[in-house]
């Protein structure tokens, strides 16, 4: 199953040198936290990070990133739906 979460890669700055590393935001949403990769140290996500990771993911899932996924999906919910 891909999703989203698996492809978006999501910048988090560094408390220490405030340089950005991007993760994939499947592995923040997991890990919660993320390794600098200019100085090394630990970013850790706030809980208001983590919530604006979360409305990025469902915001482009929901505008068509994955359209053709959406779509076939929805197709194959009809039969049941009637
Ligand atoms: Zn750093």
Request: glycine residues 4%; proline residues 5%.
């Amino acid at each position: 199953m891909s999703s989203v979460a698996s492809v978006v890669q999501y910048p988090l700055p560094c408390p220490e040198c405030k340089n950005y590393t991007s993760q994939p935001a499947e592995t923040l949403r997991k890990d919660r936290k993320s390794t600098c990769r200019v100085c090394g140290s630990t970013i850790r996500l706030t809980d208001q990070q983590l919530e604006s990771l979360e409305r990025t993911l469902s915001h482009m899932s929901g505008c068509g990133l994955r359209k053709d996924e959406i779509e076939l999906a929805t197709e194959e919910n009809e039969e049941e739906a009637v």
